[in-house]
């Protein structure tokens, strides 16, 4: 760390990055008096969900579908707690989670735990008792957590009770209730897409977190609605007196390496800036590049190291001809032949009909920009010869808006390998923990709890660790 100061901004907390989890930690803390800073290396905050236009037509990078959407749920307590909701559309999705596609068969998942249940049993009337134990174990997690269940005291960490479900996977659990492979295969696809683990990779508890919501209350928010949250946050962070650097990269967390902690941050202009605390909302691997090598104990960055992203996603948005009709909001697909996942997810706003197509992607990609090029080349023919295979009716009829690839999402957002969900969850490594090996410096985000709604949560989990009390949650709960 240099002894000369170019600047002395005095932070009880700087947060780097304006993805969800940092904006809504910023205002936890802004809310309960806390001094806090923001650093941004893109040009606004939030480049991965910000909206933009292609076409005239407005789209979004990320697709920001959540469970828990409806009224009176967690998301929206949230949002009214942070009082960034007004103008905010959310949509449910009447359809529930949509059409699952394996193998050319169809399967659909309603709206609704008892209608989604009943859906599965009609599909595996042998596997009803496998089921049944399934939604129950599932409603069993959900009930036992105060952030769903508000008649639950607040608690830091796991809740004990439901410890149990920490130690087996959601494949285990199936094999254990003998079921078959195809409705392992199913409910593996439409959990992979949304967290970026196989149910034989992650925990039945971690699992049970993120899909209930999508099965009981699934929903997306529209553009504008995003747009018009974008806006909320920057008033109130204003309001709050929270300090927003953009264009700010940062090049080091400062570090007192006698005491072992963090004191502030240096930009990729030279500029310090120092704080009781720092809070990091990045990919978690980023800490080697940010961190002096010599800081971090050999079994920490080992950790670092060894832990698996998740995939990343080719994204493609169309334009739809409004006479065109579809049947279905939603679609996963998956077809074994060529070892293919997919997902599709038609939004209509103001008459705008807009179809996009997500391709998961795991592992690097070419450094080479020509090599890059081929591969796109090939991944949008992969798509769109498999929307029209889903399709037919499709094709002449829609318009390419906007292609993104991994390495879009990667230079925007600053996750490795555009890892969609930060690392992966794990039976034997349930992401990462706020703390590190380093006093007063945090890690909060996708890596913790996946998904829109994990990043909601990690920052609340995230505000319980680092304020003196829990009198907010009071008023989270109370809206």
């Given at each position: 760390?240099?002894?000369?100061?170019?600047?002395?901004?005095?932070?009880?907390?700087?947060?780097?990055?304006?993805?969800?989890?940092?904006?809504?930690?910023?205002?936890?803390?802004?809310?309960?008096?806390?001094?806090?800073?923001?650093?941004?290396?893109?040009?606004?905050?939030?480049?991965?969900?910000?909206?933009?236009?292609?076409?005239?037509?407005?789209?979004?990078?990320?697709?920001?579908?959540?469970?828990?959407?409806?009224?009176?749920?967690?998301?929206?307590?949230?949002?009214?707690?942070?009082?960034?909701?007004?103008?905010?559309?959310?949509?449910?999705?009447?359809?529930?989670?949509?059409?699952?596609?394996?193998?050319?068969?169809?399967?659909?998942?309603?709206?609704?735990?008892?209608?989604?249940?009943?859906?599965?049993?009609?599909?595996?009337?042998?596997?009803?008792?496998?089921?049944?134990?399934?939604?129950?174990?599932?409603?069993?997690?959900?009930?036992?957590?105060?952030?769903?269940?508000?008649?639950?005291?607040?608690?830091?960490?796991?809740?004990?009770?439901?410890?149990?479900?920490?130690?087996?996977?959601?494949?285990?659990?199936?094999?254990?209730?003998?079921?078959?492979?195809?409705?392992?295969?199913?409910?593996?696809?439409?959990?992979?897409?949304?967290?970026?683990?196989?149910?034989?990779?992650?925990?039945?508890?971690?699992?049970?977190?993120?899909?209930?919501?999508?099965?009981?209350?699934?929903?997306?928010?529209?553009?504008?609605?995003?747009?018009?949250?974008?806006?909320?946050?920057?008033?109130?962070?204003?309001?709050?007196?929270?300090?927003?650097?953009?264009?700010?990269?940062?090049?080091?967390?400062?570090?007192?390496?006698?005491?072992?902690?963090?004191?502030?941050?240096?930009?990729?202009?030279?500029?310090?800036?120092?704080?009781?605390?720092?809070?990091?909302?990045?990919?978690?691997?980023?800490?080697?590049?940010?961190?002096?090598?010599?800081?971090?104990?050999?079994i920490f960055i080992k950790r670092l190291k060894e832990a698996e992203n998740t995939c990343g996603f080719y994204v493609s948005y169309y334009k739809i001809n409004e006479e065109i009709k579809?049947?279905v909001n939603n679609i996963v697909c998956y077809d074994n032949k060529d070892d293919l996942l997919m997902g599709m997810i038609l939004n209509e706003e103001k008459k705008q009909r807009v179809?996009?197509?997500?391709?998961?992607?795991?592992?690097?990609?070419?450094?080479?920009?020509?090599?890059?090029?081929?591969?796109?080349?090939?991944?949008?023919?992969?798509?769109?010869?498999?929307?029209?295979?889903?399709?037919?009716?499709?094709?002449?009829?829609?318009?390419?808006?906007?292609?993104?690839?991994?390495?879009?999402?990667?230079?925007?957002?600053?996750?490795?390998?555009?890892?969609?969900?930060?690392?992966?969850?794990?039976?034997?490594?349930?992401?990462?923990?706020?703390?590190?090996?380093?006093?007063?410096?945090?890690?909060?985000?996708?890596?913790?709890?996946?998904?829109?709604?994990?990043?909601?949560?990690?920052?609340?989990?995230?505000?319980?660790?680092?304020?003196?009390?829990?009198?907010?949650?009071?008023?989270?709960?109370?809206?």
């Amino acid at each position: 760390m240099s002894d000369s100061k170019s600047f002395l901004n005095d932070f009880d907390f700087i947060i780097i990055g304006s993805g969800i989890s940092g904006l809504v930690t910023s205002l936890i803390l802004a809310k309960e008096g806390k001094k806090v800073a923001i650093f941004e290396k893109d040009k606004d905050i939030a480049p991965l969900i910000r909206p933009y236009k292609r076409k005239g037509i407005l789209i979004s990078p990320g697709l920001h579908v959540s469970g828990w959407m409806d009224k009176g749920e967690v998301v929206e307590k949230f949002l009214s707690y942070l009082n960034v909701i007004d103008g905010v559309e959310i949509k449910l999705s009447e359809q529930g989670y949509g059409v699952v596609n394996v193998n050319g068969k169809e399967y659909y998942i309603p709206k609704g735990y008892d209608a989604i249940e009943k859906s599965l049993c009609s599909y595996f009337p042998e596997s009803k008792s496998a089921i049944q134990n399934y939604f129950a174990s599932i409603k069993e997690c959900v009930s036992q957590d105060f952030y769903f269940n508000h008649s639950l005291p607040p608690t830091k960490g796991f809740n004990s009770t439901i410890s149990e479900y920490v130690n087996f996977s959601v494949t285990d659990f199936f094999k254990k209730n003998n079921a078959p492979k195809e409705l392992i295969d199913l409910i593996n696809f439409m959990s992979y897409i949304l967290v970026g683990s196989r149910t034989d990779e992650m925990c039945f508890m971690m699992h049970a977190f993120v899909m209930s919501g999508f099965y009981e209350s699934p929903g997306y928010f529209s553009t504008e609605g995003i747009s018009n949250m974008l806006l909320n946050f920057k008033k109130e962070l204003e309001k709050l007196n929270v300090k927003i650097f953009l264009n700010s990269e940062i090049e080091e967390i400062l570090i007192n390496e006698k005491e072992k902690k963090a004191v502030g941050v240096k930009t990729s202009k030279g500029e310090e800036y120092f704080s009781s605390n720092v809070i990091a909302s990045f990919h978690p691997k980023l800490l080697l590049k940010l961190v002096k090598k010599n800081i971090f104990r050999p079994i920490f960055i080992k950790r670092l190291k060894e832990a698996e992203n998740t995939c990343g996603f080719y994204v493609s948005y169309y334009k739809i001809n409004e006479e065109i009709k579809l049947d279905v909001n939603n679609i996963v697909c998956y077809d074994n032949k060529d070892d293919l996942l997919m997902g599709m997810i038609l939004n209509e706003e103001k008459k705008q009909r807009v179809l996009s197509v997500f391709l998961p992607n795991e592992g690097s990609y070419p450094e080479e920009k020509i090599e890059r090029d081929g591969l796109a080349k090939i991944k949008l023919r992969v798509i769109e010869d498999n929307i029209y295979k889903l399709y037919p009716n499709l094709k002449g009829n829609i318009e390419l808006l906007d292609f993104l690839k991994p390495w879009s999402f990667e230079r925007y957002t600053n996750t490795m390998d555009g890892s969609a969900y930060g690392i992966k969850q794990k039976l034997d490594s349930i992401g990462f923990q706020h703390k590190v090996p380093i006093r007063n410096l945090y890690l909060v985000g996708q890596s913790i709890y996946p998904g829109f709604l994990g990043s909601l949560i990690s920052a609340f989990s995230l505000g319980f660790e680092v304020l003196e009390n829990d009198n907010f949650w009071k008023k989270v709960i109370s809206i």
